[in-house]
Structures are given as structure tokens and as C-alpha cells.
């Protein structure tokens, strides 16, 4: 156990994290992290974001416009039906 000294740094209160333990807890500067009260005590855990970009199927097949994915068949459709010319297959 570690005893450490509250300081004063604008109009906060700080406490800091010694090196060795943020590191064993994979922690680095800018993590996120949750603070609780539990009595006359403090917990400290890494912050549960939820997940970005969390979509349904649904919703993702919904997104797809049919136009710009019939543009793009058009671009490529000289390299599908084209013939080899080197090694590409074998």
C-alpha cells in the first residue's frame, strides 16, 4: 500500500497515479476512468464506453446506396472479364 498526498491544481484536487501501477493496470494518459464514492473511501475503474458504430444488420443494409454500388460494378467490370496477362492465376 502506497500513501499519497492530495494537492491542489487550479481549482481541483489531485491525486497521482504512481507510474508503476497505471502501467500494471494498462492504463496510460488519457484513459478514461470512473470514480466512485463508497463511503469514506474512492474507487477508481477504467470507464465502460459503449461501442462505437454499433449497428444492426439492418440498419448497415439499409445504408447501401444501390446506385453508387452499380457505378462501382461498372468501374471494375474491365478487370473481371479481362484476360490475364501474367501470373495472376497460376
Known sequence: MQILKVRAQGGAMIVTIPRDIA???GWFV???VQLER???SLSIKPAKRAARGAFTVAELLGQIDSDEIAALNEDV???T???PVG???Q
Open 38 to 40: 463508497q463511503g469514506e
Open 23 to 25: 502501467a500494471e493496470l
Open 77 to 79: 467490370k474491365a478487370f
Open 81 to 83: 472479364h479481362s484476360v
Open 30 to 32: 488519457g484513459t478514461e
Open 87 to 89: 501470373k495472376e492465376y
